[in-house]
Each structure stands twice: as structure tokens, then as C-alpha cells.
């Protein structure tokens, strides 16, 4: 997910530890421990993305398809650096207090810290990126395909209630921004059909006046519930658009194998999804690009927004769509080539440990531009776009031991 949502989540858990603290002990924590509450829980629900530093953006491709989501997201490794990071917060509050914290706010906030850096390993779960939850027993990847990399409907849940829980000026403002900034998007950005743009403004405006009308002990379990409403929700459309994708690809290729179908909902819709499927049919790879519409009698999957992504090598599809779900684009290329390639190039098969839908296009006699169908696809202008040679034996440094996701194509059965 954004660091916007993530920081967003932060705050929501750091509020409810307030309240729920006060509930428990019946008195209201210090000023200074919800202060140090809030600024660390966004801390720790930022700290996963840690790896920015070391993997860059924009820079080296293959490094940061490699290690973003890599070690800083696994369970082990948010653990400890909660742990870390609660023992600093510690540290920075006998600093300026010039007084240790005492034993229930020290144990309150090593509980929220824990939390708060778990809650971006879920959060980053749900959407078709992936995370290696479970490293070192695990290497393989996660993927939970039932939210959009970034949606809305959480800035529009959380915002409010946290504005009025908030007595920082500077915080109301930030969140005021925030709200605006995604109503703006919204309206602007082609993904978000007008539709939804419309209802996120309904939304926004209920969710005000919501607020206003509840005690200040309930704002934020409301807000709660309704982000987890919002996740359910829109993993349920997803849920039906794979299970209508699945369908229509037996009925196409019934000797096809299903090997993935990667779901992405758009932005603030429940009802309209993109979807990638990945099948294996005889000796050939074929991946095809779809619109599927989770509500039909609602909206025609036609009339939903197509994110692309499919390279230039891929065709429009000779598939026949139905309401439900619209066929795209698609490609099919021998299984054999991708086992060769994987096999031949050490820095393709470091890069199969990221793709999930590859795809690929031979620029020459020694140089292949292979990508990943969810974000570019061998265009040449998707961040996993990259130029592997055909064959080398000289691998890229400090390869991780990342289970390619496509592994059940490179031995080229």
C-alpha cells in the first residue's frame, strides 16, 4: 500500500491504544504518551518500507524488484524491528522528559508498536504486489489480490475521525490535505470510474457527519470497523471476478492448466477488476489481460476502466466476452523458451524470483527485454522491465532466496 494509508492505519491503532488504555484503567493516559504513541505507531506502520534506502527507486531495477517487499517484510524481521524501534521511543522520551516511562505506558507501547508494523505486512498483502511473510521457513511469495495498491476508501474512513480526535493544528491540517488530496485524485485520475468518484464524495461527507454525531470514545472503533468493512468488501468483488475468470478459461481451453489469475480491483470499486491469466496449454505459455465486472446486472465488465500493461507484443483477444468479463489482450509464446532463458541467464532466473506473469521479447542476438505483465509487461517502460542476456553464467549480487513465482513453468514441462 502508499505510505499515506499505512501512516493513516498508524494513527487509527495509536488512538484506539489510547482508548482502549483509558477503558482498562479507568484514567486518561499522559499528553506525552499519546504524543509518543501516535508519532511512533507512524513510524512503525512506515518501518517494512525501510528497504527504500537500501533498494532505491528508479534506479537499479532488478535490485528493487529483488529486495523491496523482500526481508523488511517478513514477520521475523517486523518483529524485531518493532523492537527496536519501541526501545529508541523509550530512550528519545527519557531524553526529553528527563524521566524513564513508567511500566504500563512502556508495556502499552511496545503492544502498539508490535501492531503497527504487523498491520504493513497485511496491508501490503492484500493487494497482487506480494510479501515473503513467512522468510526464512517460506520463501515463497504472498499475494492476497483483493485491494488496489492504493485506495481511497481508507483515506475517507480514517480521515475524519482522526481530524476530530486530533488537538495539533498542524496534524488537522496534514489530514484535511489528505482528504482533499484524495477527493481531487479521484475526479481526475482515469482509473477511478466518475461513479466512483462520485460516491467516495458521498462517502467522505457521511463520514463527517457521522463523526460529528458520535461520542469521541466510538469515532475510532467505527472507523476501524469500516476499513475492515472496506477490505472485505472489496476482496469479495475480487473473490467473484476470480471465480468468473476460472470459469470462462475452462470453457475457452478446457486442456488448458490454470497456473494464476492475478486480481486487482480499480481504485474505490468493488465491481470492476483487472485480471491477468496465466495458463499452460500443451507446450505453450499463454497470458491474457481482462476487465471482469463483479456485478453485471450493475455494470457491464465493458464499461469498466482497463489499467493495460500488456507489452507490444500482445494481440487483442480472440476470446468471446460476455457481460461479465471482458477479454483484452493476450500472448502465448513456447514454455520451452522461458525454461531456456530461466536455465541459460542467471540474470533472468534473478529476475523470475520477482515476476509473477512474465513476458518477454528478443532484442537481438544476445539480449532479451523480459517484464512482468502487472507492470509493463516487456514494454520497456515498467519498473520491471529489464535487458537480461539470453545466456551468462555471471549473476547480479546478493540474489534473494525467493521462490520464483512462476516455478511451475521453468522446468518446461
Not at 473473490?239 to 489469475?261: N, S
Not at 525454461?339 to 540474470?347: D, G, I, Q, T, V
Not at 529476475?351 to 505483465?373: E, N
Amino acid at each position: 500500500m502508499d505510505n499515506v494509508t499505512h501512516s493513516l492505519a498508524g494513527l487509527l491503532l495509536a488512538e484506539s491504544t489510547t482508548r482502549l488504555r483509558a477503558r482498562r484503567t479507568g484514567e486518561e493516559p499522559s499528553a506525552r504518551f499519546r504524543g509518543v504513541a501516535a508519532v511512533s505507531s507512524v513510524i512503525a506502520a512506515n518501518l517494512p518500507d525501510f528497504d527504500l534506502f537500501y533498494t532505491g527507486v528508479g534506479g537499479d531495477r532488478l535490485k528493487y524488484m529483488l529486495h523491496h517487499r523482500g526481508h523488511t517484510h517478513t514477520v521475523v524481521i517486523a518483529i524485531v524491528g518493532a523492537a527496536l524501534l519501541w526501545f529508541a521511543a523509550l530512550l528519545v522520551w527519557r531524553w526529553s522528559a528527563t524521566a524513564h516511562a513508567s511500566r504500563g505506558d512502556s508495556r502499552w507501547l511496545l503492544a502498539l508498536l508490535l501492531v503497527s508494523t504487523l498491520s504493513h505486512l497485511v496491508l501490503d498483502w492484500t493487494n497482487s504486489y506480494g510479501v515473503h511473510l513467512f522468510w526464512p521457513f517460506d520463501n515463497r511469495w504472498q499475494y492476497g489480490d483483493a485491494v488496489f495498491i492504493v485506495e481511497p476508501w481508507f483515506w475517507m474512513v480514517a480521515v475524519p475521525p482522526l481530524f476530530a480526535a486530533s488537538t495539533n493544528r498542524v496534524a488537522r491540517v496534514a489530514l484535511s490535505l489528505v482528504l482533499l488530496l484524495g477527493l481531487g485524485l479521484a475526479w481526475r485520475v482515469d482509473l477511478v470510474s466518475t461513479g466512483a468518484a462520485a460516491a467516495l464524495t458521498i462517502g467522505a461527507a457521511l463520514s463527517i457527519v457521522l463523526v460529528r454525531a458520535l461520542r469521541p470514545g466510538t469515532r475510532i472503533a467505527v472507523a476501524i470497523s469500516a476499513w475492515i468493512a472496506v477490505t472485505i468488501v472489496m476482496a469479495t468483488g475480487a473473490a467473484i471476478a476470480r471465480g468468473t475468470t476460472i470459469r470462462a478459461l475452462r470453457a475457452a481451453d478446457p486442456t488448458a492448466r490454470v497456473l494464476d489469475v492475478v486480481v486487482s480491483p480499480m481504485p474505490a470499486n468493488a465491481v470492476c477488476m483487472s485480471v491477468i491469466t496465466v495458463e499452460q496449454s500443451g507446450k505453450n505459455y499463454r497470458v491474457a489481460t481482462a476487465r471482469v465486472s463483479s456485478a453485471p446486472a450493475l455494470v457491464d465488465a465493458s464499461d469498466c476502466a482497463s489499467r493495460g500493461g500488456a507489452g507490444p507484443t500482445f494481440h487483442q483477444s480472440m476470446r468471446q466476452s460476455t457481460s461479465a468479463l471482458r477479454w483484452d489482450a493476450e500472448w502465448v509464446a513456447p514454455v520451452a523458451e522461458l525454461a531456456a532463458l530461466a536455465r541459460e541467464s542467471c540474470p533472468a532466473l534473478a529476475a523470475l524470483r520477482f515476476i509473477r506473469v512474465p513476458a518477454w521479447r528478443v532484442l537481438g542476438d544476445s539480449t532479451v527485454m523480459l517484464g512482468d505483465v502487472r507492470f509493463g509487461g516487456g514494454s520497456g517502460n515498467g519498473f520491471s522491465d529489464v535487458r537480461v542476456p539470453r545466456r551468462s553464467v555471471a549473476c547480479p549480487a546478493a540474489v534473494p532466496p525467493w521462490t520464483p513465482p512462476r516455478a511451475d513453468l521453468l522446468a518446461g514441462r
